[in-house]
């Protein structure tokens, strides 16, 4: 039976003095960014100078590239599609990585099926929301939270487990319950 965690076995603190940083500002990267800065968590976005740029500047976002957000962001949300993701993570994503980041998926496609194989040295954990991003968003506003998966694929640092249930309660998720999955099941689903 899976495991469902909820807000009182989730601390923030874990997040506090890292930067975390939203690729992509999106569907679920402009509800998770907001919903992590309203929780009161450094956030940064990383972007192509498109539409998603200039929505992350009028909402008050720090905004650059996508490769000066892998190198300034702790904590990485890989929040573009999978198609795409695998080029954007070996181009602009892994020469920025360092000792003891974090990667987190909201999707365990492209870890599942080896299409991206991160460092020894990250920790790697997914946070799936179960909605698309407006209505993670909407329910965070409403304090009502919205389920997610939740998995930890790498456990470099040893806190990996910490930090993806921080994540899912910066996003809302941790009150409705966060369940426990791996990155196979989340992709088969």
């Known amino acids: 039976m899976a495991r469902i ?10 997040l506090r003095s890292r930067r975390i940083a939203v690729i992509g500002y999106g569907n679920q990267g402009r509800a998770q960014g907001l919903n992590l800065r309203d929780s009161g968590l450094e956030v940064i976005v990383g972007s192509p100078r498109d539409k998603s740029w200039e929505l992350a500047e009028a909402d008050g976002m720090p905004v650059c590239s996508v ?3 892998a190198c300034q962001g702790d904590v990485l949300l890989l929040l573009i599609p999978d198609e795409v993701l695998p080029e954007v993570f070996r181009q602009d994503i892994a020469p920025g990585l360092k000792d003891g980041d974090v990667l987190d998926f909201a999707s365990g496609y492209n870890i599942a099926f080896k299409l991206i194989s991160p460092p020894s040295y990250v920790d790697v954990v997914l946070v799936a929301p179960r909605m698309i991003g407006l209505g993670v968003r909407e329910l965070y506003l409403k304090g009502e939270g919205f389920p997610s998966f939740l998995g930890v694929e790498q456990d470099a640092s040893g806190q990996a487990l910490q ?3 921080a994540l899912a309660k910066g996003i809302g998720s941790t009150k409705a319950g966060a369940i426990e999955v ?8």
């Open 5 to 14: 965690y909820h807000d009182e076995e989730a601390d923030l603190e874990v």
């Open 67 to 69: 490769q000066e957000a």
């Open 163 to 165: 930090v993806a249930l």
């Open 182 to 189: 791996s990155f196979a099941q989340e992709a088969e689903m």
